[in-house]
């Protein structure tokens, strides 16, 4: 057995190159991704720079602890506050009058040159443990102006490499499963032999498994190589990208277990990728195989479509599920990024079912034999077709559905930002139940009579005109939102709670339609405070190291102490906090990573594939010249052949962005939110051109060679 597989990879080389380099690609982004994400969580940690002369560092109140009920018992959540308060007028006396006290950058935070235990015992006495923080050694950090930021940073680059690295495994098998498959369609005739020697079908799997796992080391092994080689260039891109602080850097033999994880993950994608085409070789007669070895009768298995048809079903029923209970879900960065994935795979397994009407049905220019050959090779070239849509499907689809998502989320978000007139950033916090603490990103108006005339706001229930010092306008999420509830509420700076009256409810809306309130419960707004020591500026601060794209996301971990047996825990940010980052630098630079990733596998797949096709199709294409074919007229039917696979695979694409942004256009709408549909068409036209020139090139090549 091994030395035909041995004998098997010398011969066919050149069909196993495209698999080869699309797993050795593969592993080494994970490779990289891994090595990223390991220097994401194990960032090294950083000087004090603040108060780096001084051993003590007291901070004032930088978050908010409230007592709530977990069962029986109680447990104290924390929530970060948007900025620290400054130290206590009392507790700065009694430290100087003991120790030097030291200020750098403003009041939140002075430095204390005295032994650790003694400045707690005095803070502990004076206003307690919750109104003031003792940070000693590398906690004095979080004091720094862009600690709060490098933490942000930090998860934003870890989501970011999750999903390119989820990315990367999902195309990977994709393609080189479809690789695998296309393979053994042109392998039948070998088959065929073999067992016409007297192999057994046993015998023919385990043989192109064999070949499979020898093909999946040594492009583990190449790609974790290519991996430990640019894992330092991606640090410094991200770097420059400004995704990631400037100190951040991915050392290359730094861990072990990125190695490990890349390398088997290859072998088994491999291995997994080749598993369904081994059982179709398997079941490939002496006889048949010979008799049918040019002729796609079987292009759909029952398997296949059973399958592909089980997950397109999926992926719609998920579509239309999340619609129903949760619309803004699909608002969500790691819904939109995620949930097409499903769709894309169930179309691609159905593809061959598709080829042929889709085919038939393209009229092309012209009336000529050309045009003619062109439309029916491809209809009745099954296999070889739906071998080159496949990895164009996918590219369009990702970039159709993950920047079109993106765009009318942002614009949609956009067109909210533009109501709210007259208003400033705040934040409050609510209590949700007994159990949890919400945090919500806030409006503060000064002018509440001017700002009711003015704003444009999707009210569903009261009035804006309402809205006074003892009141609140809320939107849908709130847990109590109707007019005349009472809330309680603690203000920006940890004040509370307030109890306020609600005065209107707002629809839900993209994320932009946030609580309001009177700039008199907004002590410190963002806007007053921008540039302030420990103060982040923009939407994102002070949401905490948790936070996400999407909504719903944890924004920060609770560290307070809890009573009886509770223990403090993390707080949630309300979905208006946390779905304003889809438009962001770093998010788009995630989604051109995501889609230069499938790019590059989809051009990989069309040289690949069509390479092998067309190597394999000198009878027919002599046959064509001794008919009277000019050497030109056959380029052009190869040439066409391959675009019309590639218009083949645009259309499916298309059709899977359409679902997707289809169902993002209905969750807009049933959350009041400005529907504005984005589709990149200059994206997905310059991804198609690129798939069409890539596509060209592989086939007229082997066709202009074998046609001297």
């Known amino acids: 057995m091994l030395t035909v597989v041995l004998a098997g990879l010398r011969t066919r080389w050149a069909s196993f190159l495209g698999g080869f380099t699309a797993l050795a690609l593969g592993v080494g982004l994970l490779t990289v991704m891994g090595l990223g994400l390991s220097a994401t969580v194990g960032a090294p940690e950083r000087a004090p720079e603040r108060f780096a002369s001084s051993p003590v560092v007291v901070q004032g109140q930088d978050r908010l602890s409230v007592e709530v009920r977990r069962g029986p018992e109680a447990a104290v959540v924390t929530a970060p506050l948007d900025r620290p308060q400054p130290v206590d007028t009392e507790l700065l006396r009694e430290l100087r009058a003991r120790w030097t006290v030291t200020s750098s950058g403003g009041p939140d935070a002075v430095g204390v040159d005295g032994p650790a235990d003694e400045v707690r015992a005095v803070v502990r006495a004076t206003v307690g443990d919750r109104t003031a923080r003792v940070l000693t050694g590398a906690e004095r950090r979080a004091v720094d102006p862009d600690a709060a930021r490098d933490a942000r940073a930090l998860v934003t680059l870890n989501a ?52 499979a796992a020898a093909v999946g080391v040594l492009a583990s092994a190449a790609g974790c190589l290519l991996g430990a080689w640019g894992a330092p260039r991606l640090a410094r891109a991200l770097v420059d990208g400004e995704v990631a602080p400037s100190w951040f850097t991915i050392g290359a033999s730094a861990v072990s277990w990125p190695y490990h994880a890349a390398f088997w993950t290859g072998v088994t994608v491999a291995v997994a990728g080749a598993l369904a085409a081994s059982r179709r070789a398997g079941r490939v007669g002496p006889t048949a195989a010979l008799r049918e070895a040019d002729v796609d009768t079987d292009a759909l298995p029952l398997g296949r479509a059973l399958c592909g048809g089980a997950l397109l079903l999926t992926g719609l029923a998920l579509l239309a599920w999340t619609y129903a209970t949760d619309p803004s879900a699909l608002l969500k960065r790691k819904t939109y990024t995620t949930q097409p994935m499903l769709l894309i795979t169930g179309v691609a397994l159905l593809a061959p079912a598709l080829v042929r009407p889709l085919a038939r049905v393209v009229r092309l220019p012209g009336a000529s034999a050309t045009a003619m050959l062109v439309r029916e090779n491809s209809a009745a070239a099954v296999r070889r077709t739906a071998a080159v849509a496949a990895p164009v499907l996918v590219t369009v689809a990702l970039a159709g559905t993950l920047l079109g998502s993106a765009a009318s989320v942002g614009a949609a978000r956009a ?102 309130v009177t700039r008199a419960n907004a002590p410190g707004t963002l806007a007053e405070e921008a540039g302030s020591p420990g103060t982040g500026s923009g939407r994102g601060a002070g949401a905490g190291a948790g936070a996400d794209t999407g909504t719903g996301a944890s924004a920060g971990a609770g560290g307070g102490a809890g009573t009886g047996a509770g223990a403090a825990n993390t707080v949630t940010a309300a979905p208006s906090a946390e779905i304003w980052a889809a438009g962001s630098p770093q998010t788009r630079l995630g989604l051109v990573l995501v889609l230069g990733i499938a790019l590059v596998y989809t051009v990989i797949a069309l040289a690949n594939t069509l390479l092998m096709a067309t190597s394999v199709r000198g009878p027919e294409l002599v046959s064509l010249r001794l008919a009277g074919a000019t050497r030109a007229q056959i380029l052009r039917v190869v040439a066409g052949e391959s675009l019309l696979a590639v218009g083949i695979g645009t259309v499916l694409g298309l059709g899977v962005a359409a679902l997707c942004l289809g169902g993002l256009a209905a969750a807009l709408a049933s959350l009041a939110a400005p529907v504005s549909l984005t589709v990149p068409w200059a994206t997905v036209a310059a991804a198609a051109g690129t798939c069409a020139a890539v596509a060209a090139g592989a086939a007229v090549l082997p066709a202009w060679r074998l046609t001297r």
């Open 160 to 211: 970011l490499l999750g999903t390119a690295g989820g990315v990367t495994a999902f195309v990977s098998v994709f393609v080189v499963a479809s690789t695998f498959a296309f393979a053994v369609a042109l392998r039948r005739r070998e088959y065929g032999l073999l067992r016409t020697a007297g192999a057994t079908p046993g015998q023919v799997r385990r043989l192109l498994l064999a070949e």
């Open 415 to 516: 067109t909210e930002t533009g109501r709210q007139t007259g208003s400033a950033e705040t934040s409050v916090f609510v209590r949700d139940g007994a159990e949890a603490l919400v945090k919500y990103r806030a409006r503060a108006v000064p002018d509440p009579g001017r700002w009711a005339a003015e704003a444009r706001l999707p009210v569903v229930a009261g009035d804006l005109r309402d809205l006074d010092d003892r009141s609140i306008v809320v939107n849908e999420e709130f847990e109590r939102h109707a007019v005349g509830d009472r809330v309680d509420v603690w203000l920006a700076d940890g004040r509370g709670p307030v109890r306020l009256r609600v005065a209107a409810v707002l629809a839900l809306g993209a994320g932009g339609n946030e609580p309001y």
